[in-house]
């Protein structure tokens, strides 16, 4: 476990190659996690895939907010016990094509203050950018999209984890504005 607060769960694995391997290794790891953080029996925890939709996660039949991601090296996953989550992970690198990417997926100001950093501080920042938006779209239920001008209105926080990559978790906004 990575973290857990107000209802949410992240957890995370090293990941393994091929990416199916993976993905059936993370599954089988929030259903382990779920079982001893909710003191459930594991069968009473699925993990529903559909080909070209988001899994779906059932607890004793009933729906939770799941999402998984993967980069190399290393799969997360995020449950929401009380509404949708959005979580991304990315490598910290350089892009060459920081500057076409950013102002076609993250918009206009993102791209200005990526451009305003000097080079050595780019890549954690495009990176923190790119996880916390990527975030947001799966809280939202939305595809990996360009961008179309749309701010979306989640809470995003940063998951600590190790030297070399970056993750946000998203969930969405009470009716105050503050938390899960």
């Known amino acids: 476990m990575l973290w857990s607060g107000n209802g949410v769960l992240v957890i995370g694995i090293a990941a393994v190659l091929p990416r199916t391997e993976a993905r059936l290794r993370i599954r089988a790891a929030v259903r382990e996690a779920l079982a001893q953080w909710l003191q459930l029996d594991i069968e009473a925890i699925s993990v529903e895939s559909t080909p070209g939709q988001a899994p779906r996660l059932l ?3 009933r729906p939770a907010g799941l999402s998984l991601t993967h980069d190399e090296g290393i799969s997360l996953a995020a449950v929401h016990l009380h509404g949708p989550v959005g979580i991304d992970v990315m490598r910290v690198q350089a892009i060459a ?13 993102v791209t200005q203050e990526l451009a305003s950093l000097p080079d050595a501080q780019r890549p954690l920042a495009l990176a923190q950018a790119w996880t916390a938006r990527e975030a947001a779209l ?3 239920g939305l595809p990996l999209m360009e961008w179309d001008g749309v701010v979306l209105n989640y809470k995003v926080q940063h998951i600590a984890l190790q030297d070399g990559f970056v993750a946000m978790l998203a ?5 105050t504005g503050v938390g899960p």
């Open 59 to 61: 607890l004793a039949g």
């Open 171 to 175: 969930t969405p906004k009470t009716k």
């Open 138 to 140: 799966k809280c939202a």
């Open 97 to 109: 094509d920081w500057f076409n990417l950013a102002r076609d997926y993250l918009g206009p100001q």
